[in-house]
């Protein structure tokens, strides 16, 4: 581009952002109409569209608009036509005067000759967003006021963007870092939904419970029994006759009184933890008029007093709800929910929060987050500490306490997951019915993902506060991670026909805190067509492709176990024919029955051997796949992580630095396709760490996996200077095996 060309762009386009639309078309016109640059000529006829539009100069704005219809670039004729379009619409004899707006914006990718459109435009209109009104054209607001809709997080200025991917719709387009919404309507009449079964709900809340009393008894009793065993071993001191007893009851009784106080409790942890402070209603009255009234109206009818508000400051968009009871229940919002949500979206996500109060599961999860918080304060607190030690020897002591207690705090969360994911739904139900506007939930919960990937991709990690809440909040920080970075590639029923698709997804969500995001808006969009609305996406029924015995393969470690307890059958009949013809006497081994143990594990290791060589094929540099190919994975929903895609990715590495990621539990790649999960495992000797590669430009070899959460699994990490980090997966996957192999061995001859 001309030296004088791009100041002038990028003058004209700031300009047309700041509603200086005369400034604008002053700074614009000669551009468009030069011959020089061709993508500086599209970027500046699309700017002048929406100032011309702006100032009533309709006739103009349709000229330009016939003329890029004409584009050899089919999704640039799509733009000028949907451009046309709204501007004929509004064009009648008594509106001629007024002030025409448009509500779109040109493409963020190449131009017809395949230049790539460089990112000026995008770092301009990075803040504008579209908001529809009915059957009117939708005028466009400034991000400080984003209401209709959040601006996709962009790649870095410097990385072009390679072609147009996927097609541009009436329903998405794929814009300069923005999403058009579709803005489906809501219901103005609607019969209510059947009353679904709370049974299930009531037994798994039942059931968090006691899975979280009795792995806090099991770790209770297992650190009494090791300060016991360190106290008999040291002189001149005895064992402690208080931590031989049985702590069963005094525990149980704690954590009852635990859930009566968890609200105040949690009062002072997330103030003083978090900067929680109060939320007056009339300060939400400001942002969403709808969601004072419906709080008001629901706390009515079922005779609660008004849950207390709270706020925290975050720009990440989350909300929780916790408390033991209705009457004390409170709602938390973050600040950034409150500016990247519409009127209505915000509506339904605290109508959601009410649905977690009418089901009284809230009661158990701020129970948890009572436990949990504390234990995650610890675990920051100590590797804080390691930090700051600088001699490695004293070091490693203190970064394995700190991942010991991150696996406790692992742990205690891993007890409701199942709870986490199926109250969802419930909820859900209960916001689309509250405010007859599934469509808005489905934006909000959209939304949500983009807010929370972008602020992971400006604090390049996940911040504590979002993986420490993570548990309560309407969407996991870990599943907004793709969602929430594709949109300006893909679309979002395109990257959600997985969730949708493939007839093994659900058995991809068992460690997973929330539910897949496709089955939740699907449910949605069955609601809305229920009323008889419009939805906000349209999911295309796609038939399944995957074969069975890839699943097969897929679990065939998990499948040896009841292969395992088969072949200890057999074992106990042939010895049991064997005793009986008294050809063979193993009554001395078998009494005891640990040999079925012995066999589990055994199973569990020949799965585990079968399945390595598919899982960890050899990566081809003929056959591995680049960023670019990196939405096309994300859209296959036939594919199973076992089918183990060869990719070489280029991008950014994110992640948290120091000791509190030292399990790499916090690996993010940035690539310009997006943000994508990875997982390593460390490799004592290398000389240099993982850690050491954080914030860095990186390739990134591995084996690409399409799950409920995409992922990479790292074979290297390489730095433009040429380090090199290698991740040993198959190695690890092999000792894994061979060591259950002779555990299993072990346990079965010995007894």
């Known amino acids: 581009m001309p030296s004088h060309a791009k100041p002038s762009l990028e003058a004209g386009l700031v300009a047309l952002k700041q509603g200086n639309y005369q400034t604008a078309i002053a700074q614009l016109e000669p551009i468009a109409s030069s011959q020089s640059n061709a993508t500086a000529s599209l970027q500046a006829q699309v700017g002048l569209v929406m100032a011309y539009a702006r100032t009533g100069e309709v006739p103009k704005a349709i000229a330009i608009s016939q003329n890029l219809i004409e584009s050899s670039n089919p999704q640039v004729q799509e733009w000028a036509t949907r451009a046309l379009e709204h501007l004929t619409k509004r064009k009648k004899p008594d509106q001629e005067s007024k002030n025409v707006e448009t509500g779109f914006v040109a493409f963020e990718n190449s131009t017809p000759d395949s230049t790539p459109v460089t990112s000026t435009l995008e770092e301009k209109l990075e803040d504008q967003v579209i908001e529809t009104k009915s059957d009117e054209t939708p005028p466009m607001v400034p991000l400080a006021r984003l209401k209709a809709t959040v601006a996709t997080p962009l790649p870095p200025p410097a990385t072009p963007l390679n072609g147009f991917m996927g097609s541009v719709t009436r329903t998405q387009a794929k814009l300069f870092g923005v999403i058009y919404w579709?803005?489906?309507?809501?219901?103005?009449?609607?019969?209510?939904?059947?009353?679904?079964?709370?049974?299930?709900?009531?037994?798994?809340?039942?059931?968090?419970?006691?899975?979280?009393?009795w792995v806090m008894r099991e770790i209770l009793k297992l650190v009494m029994g090791l300060i016991n065993q360190t106290l008999v071993k040291l002189p001149y001191l005895e064992p402690l006759q208080l931590l031989y007893r049985d702590p069963t009851e005094l525990l149980l009784v704690v954590l009852v009184i635990l859930i009566g106080v968890s609200p105040w409790l949690l009062d002072l942890l997330l103030a003083n933890l978090y900067g929680q402070r109060e939320f007056p209603k009339d300060v939400l009255n400001t942002h969403s008029r709808e969601a004072v009234r419906v709080l008001q109206r629901c706390c009515q009818q079922r005779h609660w007093p008004l849950p207390k508000l709270r706020i925290l400051p975050m720009a990440a968009p989350i909300i929780?709800?916790?408390?033991?009871?209705?009457?004390?229940?409170?709602?938390?919002?973050?600040?950034?929910?409150?500016?990247?949500?519409?009127?209505?979206?915000?509506?339904?996500?605290y109508a959601t929060q009410l649905g977690h109060i009418a089901h009284w599961d809230f009661a158990v999860m701020s129970l948890l987050l009572l436990v949990t918080l504390p234990i995650y304060k610890l675990y920051q607190q100590v590797s804080a500490l390691a930090d700051k030690i600088s001699g490695k020897i004293w070091r490693w002591p203190v970064t394995?306490?700190?991942?010991?207690?991150?696996?406790?705090?692992?742990?205690?969360?891993?007890?409701?997951?199942?709870l986490s994911r199926l109250r969802l739904y419930y909820s859900d139900r209960v916001a689309a019915e509250i405010t007859g506007n599934p469509n808005a939930l489905i934006r909000a919960l959209l939304k949500i993902t983009i807010g929370i990937a972008a602020d992971i991709e400006k604090q390049e990690h996940t911040s504590w506060q979002l993986e420490s809440l993570n548990l309560l909040t309407p969407v996991s920080h870990q599943q907004s991670l793709s969602l929430g970075t594709i949109a300006s590639n893909l679309s979002f029923e395109s990257f959600l026909k997985w969730d949708n698709a493939n007839p093994y997804r659900r058995w991809f969500t068992i460690n997973n805190s929330h539910p897949l995001m496709g089955d939740r808006i699907e449910r949605l969009c069955q609601i809305?067509?229920?009323?008889?609305?419009?939805t906000e996406l349209h999911f295309a029924s796609v038939p399944s492709k995957v074969k069975h015995q890839s699943f097969l393969l897929q679990i065939a470690p998990w499948l040896g176990i009841p292969l395992g307890v088969l072949f200890a059958a057999l074992v106990w009949l042939t010895w049991q024919l064997a005793f009986a013809l008294k050809f063979l006497n193993l009554k001395w081994i078998y009494e005891d029955w640990s040999f079925i143990t012995g066999c589990l594990l055994i199973g569990f290791s020949i799965g585990t051997v079968m399945r390595i060589n598919s899982f960890f094929p050899d990566i081809k540099p003929a056959t591995v796949q680049t960023d670019d190919c990196l939405p096309n994975l994300l859209a296959d929903p036939s594919?199973?992580?076992?089918?183990?895609?060869?990719?070489?990715?280029?991008?950014?590495?994110?992640?948290?630095q120091g000791t509190s990621n030292s399990l790499a539990q916090d690996l993010i790649l940035q690539s310009s396709a997006g943000l994508v999960k990875l997982h390593h495992i460390s490799w004592l000797g290398q000389s240099v760490n993982h850690q050491d590669l954080i914030g860095r430009q990186i390739i990134v070899t591995g084996w690409f996996r399409r799950g409920a959460t995409p992922w990479i699994d790292i074979q290297t990490l390489e730095t433009q200077s040429g380090k090199t980090i290698h991740s040993p997966h198959p190695i690890w996957s092999t000792f894994l095996a061979v060591a259950a192999q002779a555990w299993g061995a072990y346990v079965f001859l010995t007894g």
Request: aromatic share 8%; net charge positive.
């Open 182 to 213: 579709r803005q489906a309507q809501r219901a103005r009449a609607w019969q209510p939904l059947r009353k679904p079964k709370l049974i299930p709900l009531r037994l798994l809340s039942a059931g968090t419970f006691i899975a979280l009393f």
């Open 528 to 534: 809305a067509r229920h009323w008889h609305l419009d």
């Open 639 to 656: 594919a199973l992580p076992i089918d183990s895609i060869s990719v070489r990715i280029v991008g950014k590495l994110l992640g948290r």
């Open 400 to 418: 394995i306490l700190a991942s010991l207690v991150y696996g406790v705090w692992c742990l205690l969360t891993g007890t409701a997951l199942w």
């Open 320 to 349: 929780l709800t916790y408390g033991s009871l209705p009457r004390n229940a409170r709602i938390v919002v973050s600040q950034g929910l409150l500016e990247q949500l519409a009127d209505d979206e915000i509506a339904t996500i």
